[in-house]
């Protein structure tokens, strides 16, 4: 079974500024996915960004890049130049290959950045 | 295009009564996945569905829950008997295929409260 840990229930940033926002997981697997969704307050689930594990570069979309450190089982998402429209709640969130690639899910942290 | 659209947007019900909660994929995507959002138990999965395969029913709680999906296209959640515990947003999403390079699209989500 796969395990997703995220440590901070909740963050503040100031418009502008840079935030990171830390994702541990544990898997016996070697083919799988990793993922950041926002859910602003209208409930959708948005695809932020995603990182297959085989591959060694970090992913990177616009204001959005992460830091996967695939042995130490960590993911971690930078918003570069915050912005008021990045308030959500971000679940960090694991897919495996041969599981049918049904997501398990952090717990989340709320962002809130301020103007 | 449409993307993910459910119905109803929400539901009050009585503890012991019936629900159904509907899902319809963005068209073409033959993978449809379920989720439960509660505030105890997080963001959790629930079934999957792939094509015209047997779904996957590993993440459903209890035998009073269950899901179709007529002509691998809408589905359907049932909910008998409800209880409180079963308070929750239900969330559905769709891929393409099911493989792990494609992303799951959500809908808005269902949120079910039960009185």
């Known amino acids: 079974a796969q395990t997703v840990t995220q440590s901070q229930p909740e963050m503040s940033v100031q418009e502008a500024e840079t935030v990171t926002l830390s994702c541990t997981y544990d898997t016996s697997e070697n083919n799988y996915y990793l993922f950041w969704y926002k859910q602003p307050p209208s409930r959708q689930m948005i695809l932020v960004i995603r990182q297959e594990a085989y591959k060694q570069q970090n992913a990177t979309e616009n204001r959005f890049s992460v830091n996967f450190q695939k042995a130490a089982k960590s993911f971690s998402l930078k918003i570069s130049d915050s912005q008021l429209g990045d308030t959500a709640m971000y679940f960090c969130?694991?897919?495996?290959?041969?599981?049918?690639?049904?997501?398990?899910f952090g717990g989340g942290t709320r962002l809130m950045v301020k103007p | 295009g449409a993307g993910v659209s459910q119905s109803p947007s929400n539901k009050v019900t009585e503890k012991g009564k019936d629900v159904e909660l509907r899902c319809d994929p963005i068209?073409?995507?033959?993978?449809l996945y379920w989720y439960r959002q509660s505030l105890g138990q997080g963001l959790e999965f629930l079934i999957y569905?792939?094509?015209?395969?047997?779904?996957?029913k590993s993440g459903l709680p209890s035998d009073r829950f269950s899901a179709e999906r007529t002509g691998g296209s809408v589905s359907t959640l049932t909910i008998q008997r409800t209880q409180q515990e079963d308070s929750a947003v239900y969330l559905c999403?769709?891929?393409?295929?099911?493989?792990?390079?494609?992303?799951?699209?959500f809908g808005p989500g269902t949120r079910l409260t039960v009185l």
């Open positions: 969130a694991f897919a495996a290959e041969n599981a049918g690639n049904m997501l398990t």
């Open positions: 999403a769709s891929s393409l295929s099911g493989q792990g390079t494609d992303t799951q699209y």
């Open positions: 068209s073409g995507h033959t993978a």
């Open positions: 569905f792939q094509g015209n395969s047997a779904p996957d």
